[in-house]
C-alpha cells in the first residue's frame, strides 16, 4: 500500500461538509447490505485512545459509508476494549450511545454472515462512489497512528463539518437504544425536572488544563447562565483527588465535586444536564453531537480536535469566557425554557 505523502492529502474529504444532515440518507447505512452486490465501510478504531478519540473514528466510518452508499461496519471489539487508562474498557458506552444498532454487521460478523470472502480496499486521499461488490472498504490507517506526520491528531481535523452532519442521527441511535442506568445517579432525568435551578456541569479535564487562564474564565459563563437563572446547581467532573490549582474559587458556588464516576456514567449526567461547559477536551464532543442537551458551551478545543468547532448549538466561549462571535446568535433563554 503506497504510503500517505502528506498529512493534508490523507484526508477523507478534500472540501469542508455542507454543516446539514439528510436523516433518511444517513439511517440507509443501517439497512441490510445489497445481497448481490455487497459492500462495507469501516474506520480503525484506535484501542488505546480514549472515548473522544474512539467516537471520531467512529463517525468518520459512518459518513463514509453513507458517501459510499454502504453499510457501516463497527469494531465493537476495538471501541469497547480495555485500554492502559481504563482497564474494564468501555462496553457499557456502546449501550449508552445506541451503537449495538450496528452489532448485526461487527469486523466478526460480516465474512462469516455473508459466507463471502470479502475483500478489503484501503482508501488513502478519496472515498469512491462505488469500488466493486464484496468489499470492506477502510480508511488508511497509517495516517491517523502517525505514519512520521508531525501532527498526530490531524486525523480530527479532517471532521470539519463531521460532527454536525451525522448530529441527528447519532441522537437518534441514542434515542432508540434500551433505557440506560448509571450505577449511581446524582440527579433526576431532564424530562422529569419542572423547574429551575438548572443542573450545570463543568468538564475540567488536567491533560487540558492549560487550554484556560483559571477559574476566572468561569465568571463570565455563569454570567451568561445567570441571564436565564440564578439559581444552579453545580457539578465539577474532574479525574484528581482535589480540584486542580488555581480552580478553587469554583467552591465558592458550593459545586458538587465529582472524581470517582465512569466514563459512562459521566456521559450519561451531562446528556441530562440542562447546560455543559468543556474546557477544551475532546470527550464532551461525544455528549455535544449524541446528546439533546439545551445549551453547551466551550472553550475553543485544542489542536487536534477541530471538528467540534461547527457543532449547531455550542456557545464557543474564548479565554476570558467572552462569547465568539459566532455564538452570538444562539438564543440561550430559548433553550432553557
Not at 498529512?7 to 446539514?20: E, T
Not at 474494564?88 to 451503537?99: A, E, H, M, N, Q
Not at 434500551?178 to 438548572?198: C, D, G, N, Q
Not at 436565564?228 to 479525574?239: I, P, T
Request: aromatic share 10%; proline share 4%; glycine share 6%.
Amino acid at each position: 500500500m503506497t504510503k500517505c505523502t502528506f498529512a493534508r492529502n490523507c484526508l477523507l474529504w478534500h472540501v469542508i461538509i455542507v454543516a446539514h444532515t439528510h436523516a433518511g440518507q444517513l439511517t440507509n447505512i443501517l439497512h441490510t447490505h445489497d445481497q448481490h452486490c455487497p459492500r462495507f465501510a469501516t474506520q480503525p478504531i484506535n484501542c488505546d485512545a480514549g472515548i473522544g478519540h474512539r467516537y471520531a473514528n467512529a463517525v468518520f466510518g459512518i459518513i463514509m459509508s453513507m458517501k459510499m452508499n454502504a453499510t457501516y461496519m463497527f469494531d465493537t471489539t476495538s471501541f469497547e476494549c480495555a485500554s492502559k487508562n481504563h482497564k474494564v474498557g468501555y462496553r457499557r458506552i456502546i449501550d449508552l450511545l445506541g451503537f449495538r444498532a450496528f452489532s448485526n454487521y461487527s469486523h466478526v460478523n460480516v465474512s462469516m454472515f455473508l459466507r463471502k470472502e470479502m475483500h478489503h480496499v484501503d482508501l488513502m486521499a478519496k472515498i469512491p462512489s462505488h469500488d466493486g461488490c464484496n468489499t470492506i472498504h477502510s480508511f488508511c490507517e497509517t495516517c491517523c497512528s502517525g505514519g512520521g506526520f508531525p501532527n498526530q491528531g490531524y486525523c480530527f481535523e479532517r471532521s470539519i463539518g463531521a460532527f454536525n452532519y451525522v448530529k441527528i442521527f447519532m441522537q437518534q441511535l441514542k434515542r432508540n437504544a434500551p433505557e440506560f442506568h448509571p450505577i449511581y445517579r446524582l440527579f433526576p432525568v431532564r424530562a422529569s425536572r419542572t423547574k429551575y435551578p438548572l443542573i450545570v456541569s463543568i468538564h475540567l479535564r488536567l491533560g487540558d488544563i492549560h487550554l484556560i487562564p483559571g477559574a476566572s474564565f468561569f465568571s463570565e459563563a455563569f454570567n451568561l447562565i445567570r441571564r436565564v437563572s440564578a439559581e444552579m446547581n453545580l457539578f465539577v467532573f474532574f479525574e484528581a483527588t482535589h480540584l486542580p490549582s488555581g480552580y478553587e474559587a469554583l467552591l465558592n458556588l458550593y459545586p458538587r465535586l465529582i472524581n470517582n464516576m465512569s466514563v459512562e456514567d459521566t456521559i450519561y449526567h451531562w446528556c441530562e444536564s440542562d447546560v455543559l461547559i468543556s474546557t477544551g477536551s475532546s470527550l464532551p464532543g461525544v455528549a455535544f453531537t449524541s446528546c439533546d442537551i439545551p445549551v453547551m458551551m466551550s472553550h475553543m478545543p485544542k489542536e487536534g480536535v477541530k471538528g467540534y468547532l461547527d457543532i449547531e448549538g455550542v456557545i464557543w466561549l474564548d479565554h476570558s469566557g467572552l462569547m465568539q462571535p459566532e455564538s452570538l446568535s444562539i438564543n440561550m433563554e430559548a433553550n432553557l425554557m
